[in-house]
């Protein structure tokens, strides 16, 4: 069974400081893998996503995440953050044999002046 | 283009009434998918329609969930009775097909049983 683990519930930052957002997956399959951003009392925007290739992927809004298959991560990462980037980030994966997204229990990004 | 619509965006029951939620996929989007959010966790699929048909609902309490899609468009998700662990937000999403698509969500529907 495939499984999500975000590491960290919550992460304060200053403004344009770098951060990075913390995943780690296990599958004994491929998997796919995504970030999904929440903000207050929206639905879930896809950010960015690992299907195959390249293992640095670039997002929007200047998100990018590497896949890792050794060390089964994939980490979100943003050079510099902004006040509008505090919302919740969460990694989730898919594989074909579940056939449905797993998604991790999220991380709270706060983003301060 | 226009996005997933759910309805209501809030609602406040007693336990042991019962509830409705509706959702309106974007349209041609073949997958539509429920997923329960519980405060502090990350969304759980509930039940995944793929026109009209049901692909996978293994992870629906069936004793007192239920959901329907007509048509292949719109879907409804019915909660009866409801129980105090039922409060969460319901998201409801399309694609426009199965496997690793991506999934396009609508705002959710806050509901809180007392």
């Known amino acids: 069974a495939q499984s999500v683990t975000q590491l960290d519930s919550q992460v304060p930052v200053f403004e344009e400081a770098p951060v990075e957002l913390r995943c780690n997956y296990s599958?004994?399959?491929?998997?796919?893998l995504f970030w999904y951003v929440q903000y207050p009392n929206q639905g879930l925007q896809l950010l960015l996503k690992?299907?195959?290739?390249?293992?640095l992927v670039k997002g929007i809004n200047g998100f990018e995440a590497e896949f890792n298959k050794s060390q089964t991560s994939f980490h979100l990462r943003k050079p510099s953050v902004h006040i509008s980037d505090t919302a919740e980030y969460f990694c989730a994966v898919f594989t074909g044999g579940g056939n449905k997204l797993t998604f991790g229990t999220g991380t709270q990004l706060k983003v301060e002046l | 283009e226009a996005g997933v619509a759910q309805s209501p965006r809030y609602k406040i029951i007693e336990k042991r009434q019962s509830v409705a939620f509706w959702c309106n996929p974007i349209?041609?989007?073949?997958?539509l998918y429920w997923y329960q959010q519980i405060l502090g966790q990350g969304p759980k699929l509930l039940i995944q329609?793929?026109?009209?048909?049901?692909?996978?609902d293994s992870q629906l309490p069936k004793d007192r969930f239920s959901a329907e899609r007509l048509k292949g468009v719109d879907s409804t998700l019915k909660i009866q009775p409801a129980k105090l662990e039922d409060s969460a937000v319901y998201l409801c999403?399309?694609?426009?097909?199965?496997?690793?698509?991506?999934?396009?969500f609508g705002p959710g529907t806050r509901l809180t049983v007392l």
């Open positions: 349209s041609g989007h073949a997958t």
């Open positions: 690992y299907l195959s290739g390249s293992t």
């Open positions: 999403a399309s694609s426009l097909d199965r496997g690793y698509n991506e999934q396009f």
């Open positions: 329609f793929q026109n009209n048909g049901v692909v996978d």
């Open positions: 599958s004994s399959v491929s998997v796919y």
